[in-house]
């Protein structure tokens, strides 16, 4: 009956991951099956702390968090959870050593949304760093399955690949993220007179981190490359839209990729990974 806890519990992650991310479901369905409950079981996780803090207006979000925090920490220190998210969780956590200091940076990123509105550029990489780039490296933990040369190999990449993926993520979310929660990631950015040059430096960087992520994703384990390399050209692509945008007008609708589209970008990147052409 345990297994099929473990199992239920799985499966809940993966219902949350369909319902609130088609692109990333996508991404995970191309991962060799080995790896797909457990980024499953990471995307669930790191989905409902997000949601705590983004969602719950009429709660004590600090409560909740707390709360939150203390169960994860408890889940995994004892090998089980009612919390199927937690479980499934835990699991993944125990089962792969992924490091407690990358789930205390994880969740110290998500305190810094529930009061901080304006970042320095300390505060900045740090909150990169622990909402995003410490994702990656959770997921990296699962791809290596125990190299432990492989995984301080691809880390880098992975940090990269996360820190490009949150900051596309800022300017796609400028509407919400600034207009409806006053939060300013971007140091020294003003969205108010947000200027084609702030705009283009911006892009810049994110183009940089694409280019260090790439190595990395050239040396990913077979059964992880595709599943990645998607979610890379996915992202890369929702930069050229962004970047297609002026500055002035970033702000009135947050920017998407058609389903289709998304279809011909999994397609293309099929392609590439069928001919070794990654």
Known sequence: MEELYNKTSLRCSKLIT???STSFSLGIKVLAKQYRMPVYAIYGFVRFADEIVDTFHQHDKKALLERFKQDTYKAIEEKISFNPVLHSFQMVVNKYHIEKPLIEAFLKSMEMDLDK?????????EYIYGSAEVVGLMCLRVFC??????YQKLKPSACSLGAAFQKVNFLRDIK???KERKRVYFPKVNFDAFTPTQK?????????DFKAAYEGIKLLPHGARLGVY??????????????AIPSSKIQEERIRISDNHKLALLFQSYLKHSFNAI
């Open 176 to 178: 919400s993220d600034f």
């Open 200 to 208: 283009e430096e911006i892009e810049k960087s994110i183009h940089e």
């Open 18 to 20: 369909k319902s609130y």
């Open 145 to 150: 399955e125990g190299n432990e040369l492989e």
């Open 117 to 125: 509105q304006y970042y320095d550029q300390s505060g900045y990489e």
């Open 230 to 243: 998607l979610a890379y050209t996915y992202y890369k692509k929702l930069l050229e839209k962004i970047q």
